[in-house]
């Protein structure tokens, strides 16, 4: 199993930025793929998932209205855009798959991507 | 949101010896936990799902256990690859939330 994710952005603040999370390894309909957070030298967030078997997705309500997940289920890959961006969007994001096939619900994270650097500067 | 406490942010360990990482969450969350280990530039690696289910390729010096609200993790004959930095995660409900991290160095 891998994830293979897209590499560091630098950003103007109040764009937007796409990110990208290729997998391989494994049947990419089967898990879902989550989104985290990482602030330089702080914790984890969880953004939200995508079910590519499905299309369906749920997102943590604190980032309902920066993140927005989609899939392209002929290249195995899910992207996570990230709008009107600010200071506090600077971070590494990092994709990881469900440990558990078919499963919405439940979800630790067994495979994670390398991570993306976001850089958010003028 | 349920809240996930690491009551240490730092511990300094000797080499060789124990030590227990401590979490509590603000809610009971039934044992859907689990435990990750993050070093410098590199994603978390799980280490323990379900608070005491040991992951394939994880060394036996490394285990879980808790119920209810509180949760530990415990390394033994600790080494000098075991320097990094804890976070537990509850996956009990969404959003999922992760503890602020405990780092352990070697003393």
């Known amino acids: 199993v891998q994830l293979q994710q897209s590499g560091a952005e630098l950003v103007k603040p109040g764009a937007s930025v796409k990110l990208s999370c290729k997998a391989s390894g494994y049947t990419f309909t089967e898990y879902t793929i989550h989104w985290v957070k990482q602030r330089s030298g702080q914790g984890l967030e969880w953004i939200g998932w995508?079910?590519?078997?499905?299309?369906?997705?749920k997102y943590n309500e604190k980032f309902k209205d920066k993140a927005t997940l989609t899939a392209d289920k002929s290249s195995s890959t899910v992207y996570m855009e990230l709008s009107r961006l600010t200071s506090e969007d600077s971070a590494v994001y990092f994709c990881?798959?469900?440990?558990?096939?078919?499963?919405?619900?439940?979800?630790?994270?067994?495979?994670w991507g390398q991570g993306t650097l976001v850089t958010v500067s003028a | 949101d349920i809240q996930m406490t690491q009551s240490s942010s730092y511990l300094s360990v000797s080499l060789g010896g124990r030590v227990t990482i401590t979490c509590k969450a603000s809610d009971h969350i039934n044992n859907w936990l689990a435990w990750y280990q993050q070093k410098p530039g590199n994603a978390p690696r799980l280490l323990i799902s379900g608070a005491t289910s040991l992951e394939t390729g994880v060394p036996s010096r490394f285990s879980g256990s808790g119920s209810g609200k509180d949760y530990t993790l415990s390394i033994t004959s600790l080494q000098t690859e075991d320097v990094a930095t804890y976070y537990c995660q509850q996956y009990w409900s969404t959003p999922y939330t992760f503890g602020g991290g405990t780092k352990l160095e070697i003393k």
């Open positions: 990881a798959r469900h440990g558990r096939p078919y499963d919405y619900d439940k979800a630790w994270f067994a495979y």
């Open positions: 995508f079910y590519p078997g499905s299309g369906s997705i």
